[in-house]
């Protein structure tokens, strides 16, 4: 296969661009651009205001898409996404635990928070919004974070024939921006050069039904051309980046690793000791062989030619011994000091390794498989090309949070559904306005010439105005406006409920009060059922997506983090204390060699899962009824109960109460021994006088006594402690409550 060149791989990005913005597409900005701009309050083209001016008829609108937008977006931002890993296996539990404090870690760095927040406005609004997960290369000093970043809905380009909520099964993903040139050349220096040279890019296209030369927001589409560093005019050039899954072979690889020639002489030192010990023994042998061969020679059983002879035989084979029992020992060692490293290598990689004899010795074993890699492509213009890139994840990093999905990539807003309605709750105040200003501003019918026509335009409105018309003439006639029929305020009130019907947002929930239930218990209703929608489409789409974020961020971070670091992470819930979590640490044997990792996070299998609601708002009163409730039933203690409530210094209380009990326990255990020692009297008594000893009897009872008194005197002192104490608990416990109760009625009067 012919390899492509640079300025081919330009030309077909901006050919991928043409083919996906197709007439679905245009159809479906259009529709999603009107729906936005519904919710900035551009609700009126210049054509219908020209023709409402021209009318005499009011232009203004009566925005109730924004309220209702902006609670929907509270409802599911109110907090950060959690995310819980968990272990494949056992070696994996202590990294899956560290995963969410890096996973917090970059939200952090990235301002998730404001992130979430404007990805679900773009959903509300635009019908999808978009996280990327990227490599910041030069934070943390040249180090490199991953980071989350947001995405224009209507910059990114999806494959048509998608059929996956996600696009997982998308054969592209295309951003297409329109972007300065100074703007450019900041984001990727190194292609400068090139940057430099491209011509103006194609015309900023708009498909807002607004008039931006009479409307009071400006959107992106407004801006025609950048500024540069020295104050000129930059050109707006078309950039784009084209993400593409390719399958790579890849090869799981287990490789010997044996120790290296220095290591070797480290081996041998401690192999020493024993190899000494071992000659030391053979020479014995000898000694005692060379001596029973010399008695036969004196006994004349061998002769002495003999007898040296297997005495030079017995030295050469000792030596042998020892040279293979050197050999022995140093191969043991080796082979306890060689580790089976597994590795997963591209298939150029392990091409390289299998062409070397050496290298083909230590492979244990090798398993070829192929995986998803994603190629992303960056050009500007029409045909400059600037870089290509092969992210190592196997899923897009780019993650979709549709609202109404559709089964395609072309979804449909919160807000589409409410624009009917809106335009008609529009059109009946414009009439009712229109019917009063009548009703305030007489017409006149008058004969031609009978009245001074500029002074009537000018005072005919005004109280009290005399007017004066000429003789002969008929004097004029007001022309009274039609009385308003009532069915234009039915229809602004049930426009009103609709919207909130189909939006499923009550007033209740948008704190009007006179829709407010009349009950705490309705109170919590509200919330219950306003919210069912709201949850629903948490528990279908937007938690899936999330998850699915959460996934494309482990595999980002597991292959971005792959040497030891150190993060600091301040705690959540108001504790400014921080935290320090380590990954990667290198161990080392007794040689010196790094031989694996603790905590290696590179390398750790877990699955990320999505906590449910934990967005949403928590209901406080919700809550605590049912810690109360589980209190009542004895499933929970006080402390615990009261740890969920917002009373002031309830650390101190808690403290107070423990000491309190401690103390109640220690009372409890000396009148039990005061009981103890009234048991032994009377025990001792009945046993005294049954042997005749009274005397002895009256000594005991008194010495008895005394203690008996003694633990009476600390009992009694410990009944004041408790009684002060439980005195001053009182009187703080009080002085909170007021406190908060002041507070209350402080925020009420506010």
Same mark, same amino acid.
């Given at each position: 296969m012919a390899r492509v060149n640079n300025k081919t791989k330009a030309q077909l990005n901006k050919k991928i661009w043409d083919r996906a913005n197709n007439s679905h597409r245009q159809r479906w900005q259009i529709t999603s651009q009107?729906?936005?701009?519904?919710?900035?309050?551009?609700?009126?083209?210049?054509?219908?205001?020209?023709?409402?001016?021209?009318?005499?008829?009011?232009?203004f609108t009566i925005n109730r898409i924004t309220p209702i937008i902006e609670i929907m977006k509270y409802f599911v931002t109110a907090n950060n996404p959690k995310w819980k890993a968990v272990g494949a296996t056992g070696d994996d539990v202590d990294v899956a635990q560290v995963h969410s404090d890096v996973a917090d870690y970059c939200w952090y760095l990235s301002n998730g928070k404001s992130l979430y927040s404007q990805v679900i406005l773009d959903s509300l609004t635009k019908g999808l919004g978009y996280f990327l997960v990227d490599i910041d290369k030069d934070a943390d000093r040249g180090m490199g974070e991953v980071r989350f970043n947001r995405i224009d809905p209507y910059d990114v380009y999806v494959d048509p024939a998608s059929r996956d909520f996600l696009f997982r099964d998308a054969a592209f993903i295309q951003i297409r921006k329109n972007i300065s040139r100074a703007r450019l050349i900041n984001m990727i220096p190194q292609s400068e050069a090139k940057i430099k040279k491209v011509t103006r890019g194609t015309d900023v296209q708009s498909y807002s039904q607004r008039d931006t030369e009479f409307t009071d927001s400006i959107q992106p589409d407004d801006i025609k051309s950048g500024v540069g560093p020295n104050g000129e005019d930059e050109d707006i050039l078309a950039y784009y980046e084209t993400y593409t899954k390719k399958k790579f072979k890849y090869h799981n690889v287990y490789i010997k690793i044996k120790p290296s020639p220095a290591e070797l002489e480290i081996l041998k030192e401690g192999i020493q000791e024993e190899l000494e010990s071992f000659q030391q023994e053979l020479e014995v042998q000898l000694i005692e062989k060379q001596m029973q061969i010399e008695q036969q020679v004196q006994e004349g059983e061998i002769i002495p030619q003999r007898a040296k002879l297997m005495i030079e035989n017995s030295q050469k084979m000792a030596a042998q011994a020892i040279r293979e029992k050197e050999m022995e020992l140093i191969s043991a060692a080796q082979e306890q000091a060689t580790i089976i490293k597994q590795q997963v290598m591209s298939d150029a990689d392990f091409n390289l390794l299998k062409n070397s004899e050496e290298a083909q010795k230590n492979i244990v074993d090798s398993i070829a498989f192929y995986e998803n890699r994603i190629v992303k492509t960056c050009t500007v213009g029409d045909e400059t090309f600037l870089f290509e890139q092969i992210i190592p994840i196997s899923e897009y990093p780019i993650v979709p949070i549709p609202y109404m999905y559709t089964g395609t990539p072309f979804v449909m807003s919160a807000v589409t559904p409410l624009i009917g309605k809106q335009q008609e709750i529009n059109k009946a105040h414009q009439i009712m306005l229109h019917n009063a200003n009548l009703s305030s501003n007489l017409r006149w019918m008058y004969e031609e010439g009978s009245?001074?026509?500029?002074?009537?335009?000018k005072y005919s409105s005004s109280p009290g105005a005399l007017l004066k018309y000429r003789p002969g003439f008929s004097p004029p006639t007001p022309i009274q406006p039609a009385p308003i029929n009532n069915a234009f305020f039915t229809v602004v009130q049930q426009g009103k409920s609709d919207a909130e019907y189909i939006s499923g947002v009550p007033s209740a929930?948008?704190? !009007?009060?006179?829709? @407010? *239930?009349?009950?705490?218990?309705?109170?919590?209703a509200n919330d219950e059922f306003g919210t069912r929608r709201l949850k629903a489409w948490m528990n279908s789409i937007v938690e899936p997506s999330l998850e699915h974020l959460g996934r494309v961020f482990k595999m980002m971070a597991q292959k971005h983090y792959n040497i030891e670091k150190v993060f600091r992470i301040v705690q959540p819930e108001g504790n400014q204390e921080e935290k320090e979590v380590r990954i990667n640490i290198n161990l080392y044997n007794d040689y010196g060699k790094a031989i694996g990792k603790y905590k290696d996070y590179a390398s750790a299998r877990f699955d990320v899962r999505i906590i449910a609601g934990a967005t949403?708002?928590?209901?406080?009163?919700?809550?605590?009824?049912?810690? !109360?409730?589980?209190? @009542? *039933?004895?499933l929970i203690d006080d402390i615990a109960m009261l740890a969920e409530t917002d009373i002031r210094n309830k650390d101190k209380i808690v403290e107070r109460k423990s000491m309190v009990a401690q103390m109640q326990g220690q009372l409890q255990s000396i009148q039990e021994l005061v009981k103890e020692k009234d048991g032994t009297i009377e025990t001792l008594q009945r046993q005294l006088v049954q042997a005749g000893i009274k005397m002895k009897v009256g000594d005991a009872g008194n010495e008895i006594?005394?203690?008996?008194?003694?633990?009476e005197a600390e009992q009694k002192l410990l009944r004041g402690m408790l009684k002060v104490e439980f005195e001053k608990m009182k009187d703080e416990m009080q002085s909170d409550m007021q406190a908060t109760r002041d507070d209350v009625r402080r925020n009420e009067q506010s």
């Open positions: 009107k729906g936005y701009d519904f919710y900035l309050n551009e609700q009126l083209t210049k054509d219908e205001v020209t023709m409402l001016e021209e009318s005499g008829m009011p232009t009245v001074p026509e500029d002074e009537w335009e929930m948008m704190g !009007f009060s006179q829709d @407010q *239930a009349e009950t705490y218990r309705g109170l919590l949403l708002p928590l209901n406080r009163w919700a809550l605590l009824e049912e810690y !109360f409730r589980w209190y @009542q *039933a004895g006594r005394k203690d008996v008194l003694q633990t």
